[in-house]
């Protein structure tokens, strides 16, 4: 375990890099706009303020180089990355509209089983779109709504100080052929089995038991702690040996994987055990990796040695920093 390697690989692995312009679309379309705003940029999903609950609104575009290369995984992660973006909030998904853009028929076709087996598998429908049906290029891009109580809502740039970071992570799982990052952990389950795990956030919300949590998406594991604590203004150490980890799976592999189910969380330490209890009820694995601070740097440690991954006073992963508080909002 080279820590050196781990830190320069995470840095230059593009799930990290891609990330980076974020915040220039973001300090260009102003958010001011409204005091029914709750939560908007760097969080998984905006949450708009309707009676005593929040509309949750999400939108996901598939990579070109996944519809190239399985276009059948590319429509069913299409609608499982909206899927787990309202989870991540403490939400309950509602509905979908997709936009496809396409060239190739077979292709179109292998996109739409993918999205039809995902959407099954989730019981979220798809109502609604559009189709470009005269593109020279191939691509799926989905929208989502789910609701979530206003006193409920999980957002990814609240954590404390003090607080306990916890992974948590389904490691019944595999990588599809030619999908070297996909740790693909749904669509050979039962679909009830998918669809109790995907709730169990909602408990996790009711209960109040994270002070912030973010689904793990393609930066991987730690790279998706570190967007957490870039939004929340904080720093903190993760332990790699503490990280669940598959047997058998390459750790390097493991720590950029995108988790079919997995999510980061900062939480008080008097929470953590029965954070951790609930997902083993739905068979996840979770632990306690590390610890948040008021420092500026994200530090990975391992076998006795630590180095900093990140430092927010000059490095970036979106630019989204500080949620800053507005009149009306009191999510």
Same mark, same amino acid.
């Given at each position: ?16 890099t891609?990330?980076?312009? *974020?915040?220039e679309?973001?300090?260009f ?5 409204s005091?029914?705003?709750? %939560?908007s940029?760097?969080?998984d999903?905006?949450? &708009? ?16 180089s ?13 609608v499982?990355v909206?899927?787990?973006d309202?989870a991540?909030? $403490?939400?309950?998904?509602? %509905?979908?509209?997709? &936009? ?11 996109l739409l ?15 609604? =779109? ?9 691509? &799926?891009d989905?929208?989502i ?16 100080? =003090? ?15 030619g999908?070297?990052?996909?740790? +693909?952990?749904?669509?050979k ?25 973010? +689904? ?11 967007m #957490? ?6 720093? =903190?150490?993760?332990? &790699? ?13 493991w #720590? ?27 068979? *996840?694995?979770a632990? *306690?990796?590390?610890?948040v601070? +008021? ?21 970036i992963i979106? $630019? ?9 909002h009191?999510?």
């Amino acid at each position: 375990m080279d820590l050196d390697v781990i830190v320069s690989t995470i840095r230059g692995f593009p799930g990290i890099t891609r990330k980076n312009t *974020v915040h220039e679309i973001v300090n260009f379309l102003s958010t001011d706009l409204s005091p029914d705003i709750v %939560a908007s940029e760097g969080e998984d999903a905006a949450a &708009i303020a309707y009676g005593n609950d929040c509309i949750l609104f999400a939108a996901d575009g598939i990579m070109e180089s996944l519809v190239k290369e399985d276009p059948f995984y590319a429509g069913y992660f299409a609608v499982l990355v909206n899927v787990n973006d309202i989870a991540a909030m $403490g939400g309950r998904p509602l %509905a979908m509209v997709d &936009i496809i853009s396409m060239s190739d028929g077979k292709i179109c076709s292998k996109l739409l089983k993918g999205m039809e087996r995902a959407v099954r598998k989730f019981n979220v429908p798809i109502v609604g =779109g559009h189709t470009h049906p005269d593109c020279n290029y191939n691509a &799926i891009d989905i929208s989502i709504i789910g609701t979530v109580p206003r006193t409920d809502i999980i957002r990814s740039s609240t954590a404390e100080a =003090g607080n306990d970071i916890v992974f948590a992570m389904d490691l019944d799982g595999s990588y599809p052929p030619g999908l070297k990052y996909a740790w +693909d952990t749904t669509t050979k389950k039962e679909d009830k089995d998918v669809q109790e795990q995907m709730a169990l956030m909602c408990t996790v919300a009711k209960e109040r038991l994270v002070t912030a949590g973010k +689904d793990m998406s393609n930066p991987g594991c730690v790279g998706t702690m570190g967007m #957490l604590l870039e939004s929340s203004g904080k720093g =903190g150490s993760i332990h &790699i040996e503490k990280i669940p980890r598959p047997e058998g799976v390459d750790l390097m592999r493991w #720590l950029l994987s995108y988790q079919g189910y997995g999510f980061v969380f900062s939480c008080r330490p008097e929470n953590s055990q029965r954070l951790i209890d609930l997902f083993k009820s739905v068979n *996840v694995d979770a632990a *306690v990796v590390g610890t948040v601070n +008021d420092s500026s740097e994200m530090i990975l440690c391992a076998e006795g040695r630590s180095k900093v991954l990140f430092d927010f006073s000059k490095d970036i992963i979106t $630019g989204c920093g500080p949620r800053r508080s507005k009149p009306g909002h009191k999510g």
